[in-house]
């Protein structure tokens, strides 16, 4: 009886030694792409959580797992970021610290997980992608595609102390307003044109700050500030916002394909869905134009996707985005809010449960973010990335009606489920 104890005992010690160690990093590497993009990868024996936050000039990345003693303490760097890196033993997390050689005009990193890949041996692994400001184009000058978090036109982060003004307001239903507001975006496009003369916009990274001149034009219309939260589909009013368009082709595939055009076909299979079942639904765009206009500035062009929602006094915004990496590796599906109202992080939920639920891709969950569209409007909104046009399969996934379909049937039956 007395052996069975002890091996007992032995094997409850042999587990919880395996549990403490469960998570520990075993390595960390870094790599810069011909865009200047710095990557920091993080090797872990297992699933671990992660934050990313700044501290003064410097960006911390943390992750809950044990450093592991082969781990050096700090390792060299070649970048035009940063020269350094340093890896700090906290206990039972560790935190990669990244003293930045030139401070970040937006918000422009990222982080997300790789699974771990039995197949090649690869670990989980944690993944820090840093843009720096001039990472917008390739030598040749053409647009380069870098991992996306994502400062682009349509869905930039904006800076809390915005430059733009709050008295310059417009409130919505007016015969009177709209005259004005007509008039004063057809000489504001007669000014842009007269000033652009070069070709329409193609970058799908952009890190431009929002120009003051620029933001302090804009006419910024606000609703009535109510929206409801539950009662059902039927008689509820969304606006759906599918990104870029025109000028703005956002993220571009292998092959040439355009996440402006994903996007707007699985936008308007949405809109037929949710109105099937009752609700009113306004997209932002229902063709490929520019929202805005042709050569506008990125705050008109976001600003007048916000418009939108706020014009026709909205319940919800929705804006639909293909996502994209220097890595080609990474996929899958993730939601985006801002918590200025107590349900916009329900929202994302909703529908981000459905998509992860029902397709065979990466779940890399639901996230906050300061992006332009979904800070900027009044009501609960979130913006869904729906898959890396970066990666070939996902690619070849998307241009077909089969993964459309299907993902406008979730996005909706996450919505109709954040009514009910």
Excluded at 129 to 146: C, E, F, I, K, W
Excluded at 151 to 163: C, F, G, I, L
Excluded at 178 to 185: F, L, N, P, R, T
Excluded at 385 to 402: D, P, R, V
């Amino acid at each position: 009886m007395r052996k069975i104890f002890l091996l007992t005992l032995l094997a409850c010690c042999m587990l919880l030694g395996a549990v403490a160690q469960a998570a520990q990093i075993t390595d960390v590497k870094w790599g810069v792409n011909k865009a200047e993009v710095l990557r920091i990868v993080v090797d872990v024996t297992d699933t671990a959580g992660y934050a990313v936050d700044m501290e003064g000039d410097t960006l911390n990345l943390t992750v809950n797992a044990d450093k592991g003693a082969q781990v050096p303490h700090s390792k060299a760097v070649k970048s035009s970021l940063a020269d350094s890196l340093k890896i700090v033993d906290k206990g039972s997390y560790t935190v990669v610290r990244v003293p930045l050689k030139q401070r970040l005009l937006e918000k422009s990193y990222k982080a997300f997980v790789l699974k771990k890949d039995p197949a090649t041996g690869r670990p989980f692994r944690v993944v820090l992608d840093v843009t720096p400001r001039q990472a917008s184009y390739s030598g040749s000058g053409a647009a380069t595609t870098v991992v996306s978090n994502r400062p682009v036109v349509s869905n930039r982060p904006t800076k809390n102390n915005s430059s733009i003004k709050k008295n310059t307001v417009i409130k919505t239903s007016t015969a009177a307003d709209k005259k004005a507001d007509k008039k004063k975006s057809s000489s504001k496009k007669k000014n842009d044109n007269k000033k652009n003369t070069a070709a329409a916009k193609t970058e799908t990274t952009v890190n431009k700050p929002v120009n003051k001149s620029d933001a302090d034009k804009l006419a910024v219309i606000k609703g009535n500030g109510r929206f409801r939260t539950s009662g059902g589909l039927d008689g509820k009013i969304i606006t759906l916002d599918a990104g870029h368009g025109g000028s703005d082709p956002g993220a571009i595939g292998s092959d040439g394909t355009k996440e402006k055009n994903i996007t707007l076909a699985i936008t308007k299979i949405v809109k037929e869905i949710l109105e099937d079942k009752g609700a009113k639904v306004y997209m932002t765009r229902t063709t490929d134009v520019d929202v805005f206009g042709p050569n506008a500035s990125d705050a008109e062009e976001l600003q007048a996707r916000v418009n939108v929602g706020e014009k026709y006094n909205s319940d919800m915004f929705v804006s639909l985005h293909i996502n994209s990496s220097v890595n080609k590796n990474v996929g899958g599906f993730s939601t985006y809010y801002y918590p200025k109202t107590d349900n916009d992080l329900r929202l994302a939920k909703n529908i981000q449960n459905k998509l992860a639920a029902n397709f065979g891709v990466d779940d890399l969950g639901v996230r906050q973010a300061n992006f332009y569209v979904i800070k900027r409007i009044s009501m609960p909104a979130v913006l869904v990335e729906m898959c890396f046009i970066s990666n070939e399969k996902e690619l070849t996934l998307m241009k077909g009606q089969w993964f459309q379909k299907k993902t406008a049937r979730l996005i909706a039956e996450g919505i109709e489920k954040y009514f009910a």
